[in-house]
C-alpha cells in the first residue's frame, strides 16, 4: 500500500538545519514533459519515462537514505507507480532491511506545493510565474 507524506512534513525536513539533503532525506521529481515552472531545491529529477532504467542507481546511490519523497505533477499517477517501482527494487535489492529507505509520496504533487509555497525560495527553486499561470486551482 502506497505512504504518502504532507507537504507539511516535507518543509519540516528542508527547514532543519539538522538535516541534509540526499543523506537524511531525498526527494525525486519524476515530472516528464510537465517538468517546468520551478521545482523543490535539493531533489533530483528522474522523468517517469526513464525511472526503470534508473533503479539501479537509486538503489546504489540512495538506496540507505531514511526518507524518500517521490512526487509528480499530481502525485496520482506518475509518483505512485515510480514509488512503488523503488519500493520494489529496494526490497529486491542487497541493502538490509533495517538500513532501506522509506519510500512516500509527496501528497498532491507538485502542483499543490507549488501553490502552497510559491513565494518561498528555499521550497520553491526557479519559480516560473508565467507558467503557473496557464494553470487553475
Known amino acids: 500500500m502506497a505512504e504518502y507524506i504532507d507537504g507539511s512534513e516535507l518543509v519540516a525536513l528542508i527547514r532543519d538545519e539538522n538535516k541534509t539533503p540526499k543523506k537524511d532525506y531525498l526527494v525525486i521529481d519524476v515530472r516528464t514533459s510537465d517538468h517546468g515552472g520551478g521545482h523543490i531545491p535539493n531533489g533530483i529529477h528522474v522523468p517517469a519515462t526513464e525511472f526503470h532504467g534508473f533503479l539501479p542507481y537509486l538503489v546504489t546511490n540512495y538506496g540507505r537514505v531514511p ?38 509520496i509527496l501528497r498532491g504533487g507538485f502542483f499543490t506545493w507549488v501553490h502552497q509555497y510559491k513565494e518561498d525560495r528555499m521550497l520553491v527553486q526557479d519559480y516560473d510565474h508565467e507558467y503557473w499561470e496557464t494553470f487553475s486551482d
Do not use: D, T
Open 67 to 104: 526518507l524518500i519523497v517521490v512526487h509528480c505533477s499530481y502525485s496520482q499517477v506518475r509518483g505512485p507507480k515510480s514509488a512503488r517501482m523503488l519500493k520494489e527494487a529496494l526490497e529486491e535489492s542487497a541493502v538490509p532491511a533495517e538500513q532501506r529507505a522509506r519510500v512516500v
